[in-house]
Nanobody, 124 residues
Framework: QVQLVESGGGLVQSGGSLRLSCAAS????????MGWFRQPPGKEREFVAT????????RYADSMKGRFTISRDNAKNTVYLQMNNLKPEDTAVYFC?????????????????WGQGTQVTVSS
């Protein structure tokens, strides 16, 4: 059974940093792209970042470029999201997800397994 477990969320002041981790099991991790999405309070889920199975290709939402970095360690079956210069509008539940294939995608429909999410709250 496929499982994704996020960790690393919390409360941080504006301008601060957090590193989210997502540990995967139940599927050959290195065979699939991974993604991070978020859902701000009262809003729809939105794309954050994605990384190909090899880690050589990444893609970010425009508002995260230059502040967020996605990476993966295939030996540890883990994907990370380093978030710097956080802003109050980054407050959301952050989810990691397994893509259906090896390539990056910013569409939620291209992901078939999702974690439970981790809360990130940025205070002003």
């Amino acid at each position: 059974q496929v499982q994704l477990v996020e960790s690393g969320g919390g409360l941080v002041q504006s301008g601060g940093s957090l590193r989210l981790s997502c540990a995967a099991s139940g599927r050959t991790f290195s065979g699939y792209a991974m993604g991070w999405f978020r859902q701000p309070p009262g809003k729809e889920r939105e794309f954050v970042a994605t990384i190909s199975r090899s880690g050589l290709s990444t893609r970010y939402a425009d508002s995260m470029k230059g502040r967020f970095t996605i990476s993966r360690d295939n030996a540890k079956n883990t994907v990370y999201l380093q978030m710097n210069n956080l802003k109050p509008e980054d407050t959301a539940v952050y989810f990691c997800a397994f893509a259906k294939g090896p390539s990056v995608s910013d569409s939620g429909g291209m992901y078939d397994y999702w974690g439970q999410g981790t809360q990130v709250t940025v205070s002003s």
